[in-house]
């Protein structure tokens, strides 16, 4: 395939992702369904990647109150909707302008930048934050533009993280979590990807997920200054993305930001490592994916990188329904407001929810030979391991297929579910796994359980 | 200001606007204001960008409705809504998975790309249009992304879209529109900046806007075959963007796409030239700025560029409100739907607004000394021309100023009122310019008149 004069050189080295093709293989599947050719199963269910609404999950009502008495003002002048969120939506629309069909600033609506450093300085217990640090972005997806000699520390099993660098010029270099102690990342791991990395590029940043997701990891507070430790030493950037930051699941389980740890840590490290975090609306309680509202917030960078990213964001513009669901969910409702209850009430039946899919999801794999999985704390997935047996590899090889690969396409194909592949999250050939996401209701884990189950067993039955 | 290593060379590259300067200069007198500090007026008046919901314009009920229910679906199962908005809300959420939380496809919604499809082949008169070729995108702001030593030629006066060229990797060389008849556009100007194009880069496109904005110049069809013929000598892409082909205002004034030109062109041009067009939910009537959401149509493409921009599109994700927006914008409501009669007198009411508020723009020009202005036949823009005196313009060298920088500032400054300098949308140093949105109510537009004449007698008189 030849180049198009159109397209930058950098776009080719994008990989393409397997779940692509399962995803047109369950369009095609839903076409069949349609015209009426028969099937063991009515419908798809695609848990290949966290999107929670379309697996059941409810959205946070309130917010969505909010939004569409903001699209739709004539809901803020009447009493369908409860006082609160009239009230909460009549500040918002002044704030952008009177209308959500106003150009945002370059920086944001006026009021985010302010909301995000408030709720960053809540959260990290007084640490300051200013909102002059904080970027708002499209969600998570949003990375910055690097130079095309650079390279990036970015761990394995990791989402597509390392697509987005490279279209901006730089190299993922891969760093490999610890599958057998519940994805924990060594720093002699980090040691040995940042040698690799300095032949092939100039590497400037350590990329970290806490929560981690796909793996369910959440890091201890020695763990992160471990790291810190490293980065001050090998002179990287640090990048955390830390989008599952609400969605604790092991008892006890806390969340901390690096910024705390940073700030607690005192000097040489708080004054000198450049902290870059993001955080969205798409992931956690709110799980609006389809909004696109994040930030990012720097530390110890210099005032420099500010006006050019300012410059960077300008040219895209940024949605503003985003930026609304964003600032709902970083000012959420308190004591005494009129929904309050029936916020708290849809938090805890999120949470129990997720606490009960999982427990489900143990008990079932428990059960099955050939599969495990690592302790899940946190995160919207889990990554469980498949024990592939040897015929199953032979015959996905001779099928010039990647032996997950082959599981997945078998799996939609007999059961309608769909799930990713190990192999799209960059784990190389040898260890085999699936990622699912947990965050759905109880009714669709149930039935992603079942036909995971069935399929599995007649699997290993079929090629042991 | 030394170059973070952060942040890709060509961001550096991107050049500033002047208007930044006088929205920060806005923002600070607003601010003055809310503390009490005394001005000849109540507040700013921002028409430096078409904005339209921010001065005055209302959004449409309907799209603004359905999009609410789609938010939060509990107002489609009530009698809060008309029936045909109910039933629209009703589908999309369908087409969407449930909710507007939902990821959206890297094609766009399912929906999308037929329905961008069939719009077009409607809208060209049976000009056949191709899913396939069509690409959803953020608006128009949208640029594909070019190789480093590639040229796009770009007219001028326009918009920001030379800054995404730049962080692209692309040069915007300019060719400049004839400000002495109502900025029409030459081949020979074409040529002469090919020429000077390939002195420095490879030029592989040419950019138009037709409509044109700020110009407000509607191309006709004579105008348009020569430059396909031109692109074709020539062997260029043409880019062509049609975002404001709902905003005609000039008697008789109609709009033809590049696409039904070229094709009733025939061969050799309709087989060969390589045509993407642009339009979003942005502009024209819908004016849905902070929604977000395009579409970009390939002609005459190879298969692989198609393949390349999924890949590219898939690594940001599309917001799914403004594809909400443009939805409802491709599938306008048909007589006999009870929304229709509302929907049609919203359409006439911004017709009627933007004629009157042309009209009584050259009535306020056509008194002053020092300004003209081109007829102005459609988009959102006015693009008057100042005569400076030699003394204006001799005091903002002086202060280092560009004298229309200079203009604009002190209008802000004394009047409350801001527009764009011409030299943000590259005119050089020596004709002078401003642009300013003309999308507003007719109550927002006698301000603005107002605020301009007072303004402008009182300067001839102080620089004379």
Same mark, same amino acid.
């Given at each position: 395939?030849?180049?198009?004069r159109?397209?930058n +050189?950098l776009?080719?080295?994008i990989r393409a @992702?397997?779940?692509g093709a399962?995803? #047109?293989?369950?369009v095609?599947?839903?076409?069949e369904?349609?015209?009426?050719m028969?099937?063991p199963?009515n419908?798809?269910?695609d848990?290949s990647?966290d999107? +929670?609404?379309?697996t059941?999950?409810?959205?946070?009502?309130?917010? #969505?109150?909010?939004?569409?008495?903001?699209?739709? +003002?004539?809901l803020? /002048?009447?009493?369908?909707?409860?006082l609160d969120?009239?009230e #909460?939506?009549k500040?918002?629309?002044?704030?952008?302008?009177g209308s959500?069909g106003?150009?945002?600033d370059?920086i944001g609506i006026?009021i985010?930048r302010?909301?995000?450093s408030?709720f960053?300085?809540?959260r990290?217990?007084?640490?300051p =934050?200013?909102s002059g640090?904080i970027?708002?972005?499209?969600g998570?997806d949003?990375v910055?533009?690097?130079?095309q /000699?650079s390279g990036?520390?970015?761990?394995?099993?990791?989402q597509?993280?390392g697509?987005a660098?490279?279209?901006?010029?730089?190299?993922a270099v891969?760093?490999y979590l610890d599958?057998?102690?519940?994805?924990r990342l060594h720093?002699?791991?980090?040691?040995?990807?940042l040698r690799?990395a300095r032949?092939v590029?100039d590497?400037i940043a350590l990329?970290v997920?806490?929560p981690g997701d796909?793996?369910?990891h959440v890091?201890?507070?020695?763990?992160m200054?471990?790291?810190?430790?490293?980065v001050?030493e090998e002179k990287l950037?640090?990048f955390?993305?830390?989008?599952?930051q609400?969605?604790?699941?092991?008892?006890?389980c806390? !969340?901390i930001?690096?910024?705390?740890?940073?700030a607690?840590?005192?000097?040489?490290?708080?004054?000198?490592?450049?902290l870059?975090s993001?955080?969205?609306?798409?992931k956690?309680f709110?799980?609006?994916?389809g909004?696109h509202?994040?930030?990012?917030?720097?530390?110890?960078?210099d005032?420099?990188?500010?006006?050019?990213f300012?410059r @960077?964001?300008?040219l895209?513009?940024?949605?503003?329904i985003?930026q609304?669901?964003?600032?709902?969910?970083l000012n $959420?409702?308190q004591p005494?407001?009129p929904s309050?209850e029936?916020?708290q009430?849809?938090?805890?039946?999120i949470?129990?929810?997720l606490?009960h899919?999982v427990t489900r999801?143990f008990?079932?794999?428990d059960?099955? $030979?050939g599969i495990?999985c690592e302790p899940?704390?946190?995160?919207? =997935?889990m990554?469980p391991?498949?024990h @592939?047996?040897?015929i199953?590899?032979?015959?996905?090889?001779e099928?010039?297929k990647?032996?997950?690969f082959?599981y997945?396409?078998r799996?939609?194909?007999?059961?309608?579910?769909?799930?990713c592949p190990? =192999?799209d999250?960059g784990l190389?050939?040898?260890?085999?796994?699936i990622?699912l996401?947990?965050?759905?209701?109880?009714?669709?884990m149930e039935e992603v359980l #079942?036909r995971?189950?069935? !399929?599995?067993?007649?699997?290993?039955?079929?090629? =042991?």
């Amino acid at each position: 395939m030849s180049q198009h004069r159109l397209v930058n +050189p950098l776009v080719r080295n994008i990989r393409a @992702l397997k779940r692509g093709a399962l995803v #047109r293989q369950a369009v095609r599947i839903e076409e069949e369904i349609k015209q009426g050719m028969k099937k063991p199963y009515n419908e798809v269910i695609d848990v290949s990647r966290d999107n +929670p609404h379309a697996t059941g999950m409810k959205p946070m009502s309130f917010s #969505r109150q909010v939004i569409a008495s903001c699209i739709y +003002p004539e809901l803020i /002048d009447s009493d369908k909707m409860p006082l609160d969120v009239r009230e #909460r939506a009549k500040t918002l629309l002044e704030c952008i302008g009177g209308s959500v069909g106003c150009y945002s600033d370059t920086i944001g609506i006026p009021i985010m930048r302010d909301s995000v450093s408030d709720f960053l300085t809540r959260r990290d217990e007084g640490v300051p =934050s200013a909102s002059g640090n904080i970027f708002i972005t499209h969600g998570s997806d949003h990375v910055p533009t690097l130079m095309q /000699d650079s390279g990036v520390l970015t761990p394995v099993p990791s989402q597509d993280f390392g697509n987005a660098l490279v279209a901006s010029g730089a190299t993922a270099v891969p760093y490999y979590l610890d599958g057998q102690q519940g994805w924990r990342l060594h720093t002699e791991e980090l040691q040995r990807a940042l040698r690799s990395a300095r032949e092939v590029c100039d590497p400037i940043a350590l990329y970290v997920i806490n929560p981690g997701d796909p793996t369910g990891h959440v890091q201890s507070r020695e763990s992160m200054e471990e790291i810190i430790r490293f980065v001050y030493e090998e002179k990287l950037l640090l990048f955390a993305n830390e989008d599952h930051q609400d969605i604790l699941i092991g008892e006890g389980c806390m !969340f901390i930001s690096y910024k705390k740890v940073l700030a607690e840590m005192g000097s040489p490290f708080s004054d000198a490592v450049e902290l870059a975090s993001i955080h969205s609306a798409s992931k956690g309680f709110m799980g609006e994916g389809g909004l696109h509202g994040g930030y990012l917030e720097l530390v110890n960078f210099d005032p420099s990188v500010q006006i050019e990213f300012d410059r @960077l964001i300008s040219l895209l513009g940024l949605p503003i329904i985003g930026q609304l669901a964003l600032e709902v969910m970083l000012n $959420p409702l308190q004591p005494g407001e009129p929904s309050y209850e029936q916020y708290q009430e849809e938090i805890q039946h999120i949470r129990e929810t997720l606490v009960h899919n999982v427990t489900r999801a143990f008990e079932v794999l428990d059960s099955l $030979p050939g599969i495990s999985c690592e302790p899940i704390n946190g995160g919207a =997935s889990m990554f469980p391991r498949l024990h @592939l047996p040897h015929i199953a590899i032979h015959q996905a090889k001779e099928e010039e297929k990647l032996p997950d690969f082959f599981y997945c396409s078998r799996l939609l194909e007999q059961t309608g579910l769909c799930v990713c592949p190990g =192999s799209d999250l960059g784990l190389p050939e040898g260890t085999y796994h699936i990622r699912l996401c947990i965050m759905t209701s109880v009714d669709t884990m149930e039935e992603v359980l #079942r036909r995971l189950g069935k !399929f599995h067993k007649q699997f290993m039955k079929d090629f =042991s």
